[in-house]
């Protein structure tokens, strides 16, 4: 069983000014349920509008980069938080998420209950702005995506772990995608354990396109807003992408 004393929430940014600000409510508001204390830090990457000044107004520890990869906008983010928050890694919890994503009230405590269990590293799970789909490409997604507490899926919008396991898989690597996938991976090789859950979904952008070709925006243009009439292809676990856990 793992008391947590702390959690460190990591936000990477890409000239989010748009969107940040209720991304931040909505980590507040999870943050105003959770029984410890909650450090916010947004890594606004390259960006060429104000989204550092919108974190800062948001009330979040700001770090600015300029790697243009999520990878290192992710890393830098809980180092920030980690340096801000100290104490024992093994009782401080990183929970992750996105600029263009809505945490739910409850994501905090669903990450915490997890922990309190002895899980160090908690797969969460996201889904696509109800109000940025049409009807059938909602039942397509949720076809593909069906909400089961023992997903396969890993998405960076909705990951938790412990400082402990984190530094010991070696943090996130300075890569433009799959740096989510990679730290699941280090953490499983080093003994962690890992758990996914559909609780506390994150609502995240429904975008089409992203950053990078390849990423979450990739899967949704190619999985789920292709015509309705084409057949559907399945699931996709977590050997290939695109899909929807990147």
């Given at each position: ?231 559907l292809r399945g699931r996709r676990a977590r050997t290939g992408a695109p899909d929807p856990s990147l």
């Open positions: 069983m793992t008391r947590i004393e702390q959690v460190v929430v990591a936000v990477p940014a890409r000239d989010e000014e748009a969107r940040l600000p209720a991304a931040l409510a909505a980590i507040r508001v999870a943050a105003s349920t959770c029984p410890v204390p909650v450090t916010v830090v947004v890594a606004a990457d390259a960006c060429s509008d104000a989204t550092a000044d919108v974190a800062r107004a948001g009330g979040a520890l700001v770090v600015e980069t300029a790697a243009a990869r999520v990878g290192t906008a992710r890393a830098s983010a809980v180092s920030a938080g980690l340096a801000a928050a100290g104490g024992d890694p093994r009782r401080v919890w990183i929970a992750n998420t996105d600029a263009d994503s809505l945490v739910p009230p409850d994501w905090l405590t669903v990450h915490l209950d997890f922990a309190a269990r002895g899980v160090a590293l908690l797969r969460g799970s996201v889904r696509p702005d109800r109000r940025e789909l049409a009807a059938e490409h909602l039942r397509r997604w949720l076809a593909l995506n069906p909400p089961e507490e023992a997903h396969p899926h890993v998405h960076g919008a909705n990951l938790g772990l412990t400082a402990a396991a984190y530094r010991a898989a070696g943090g996130f690597c300075d890569v433009p995608l799959q740096e989510d996938v990679r730290l699941v991976r280090a953490v499983e090789a080093a003994g962690g354990a890992t758990a996914s859950t559909a609780r506390a979904p994150v609502t995240t952008s429904a975008r089409s396109v992203g950053r990078l070709e390849g990423g979450f925006a990739t899967y949704l243009r190619d999985q789920v807003l292709q015509p309705a009439a084409e057949p």
